[in-house]
């Protein structure tokens, strides 16, 4: 099983980043795929979900209206698009991915926002 983020790095406050997450060993179709995000000094924070369709999609307070949770089923990516990005988004970025029992994370990506 591997979940890969791509796709951070350091953005001025107003910008836009664009987040992918490869996954591979499992049957990606069937998990719902999350986007968490950590800051340091705080706990990991739910960012964003995707069910297995792609029909159902939930986003923290903080990001909804800015961030934009989507998937590929066939070539078993995930994405999350980041507009309007603030200081305080600035955290390392992670995958997951989730079916019954079964939790996955990716490594991590930092986003940084700053001028």
């Known amino acids: 099983v591997q979940l890969v983020e791509s796709g951070g790095g350091l953005v001025q406050p107003g910008g836009s980043l664009r987040l992918s997450c490869a996954a591979s060993?499992?049957?990606?179709?069937?998990?719902?795929m999350s986007w968490y995000r950590q800051a340091p000094g705080k706990e990991r924070e739910l960012v964003a979900s995707?069910?297995?369709?792609?029909?159902?999609?939930n986003y923290a307070i903080s990001v909804k209206g800015r961030f934009t949770i989507s998937r590929d089923n066939a070539k078993n990516m995930v994405y999350l698009q980041m507009n309007s990005l603030k200081p305080e988004d600035t955290a390392v970025y992670y995958c997951?991915?989730?079916?019954?029992?079964?939790?996955?994370w990716g490594q991590g990506t930092q986003v940084t926002v700053s001028s």
């Open positions: 997951k991915a989730k079916r019954l029992t079964n939790d996955y």
């Open positions: 060993g499992f049957t990606f179709s069937s998990y719902i």
């Open positions: 995707i069910s297995s369709t792609g029909v159902i999609t």
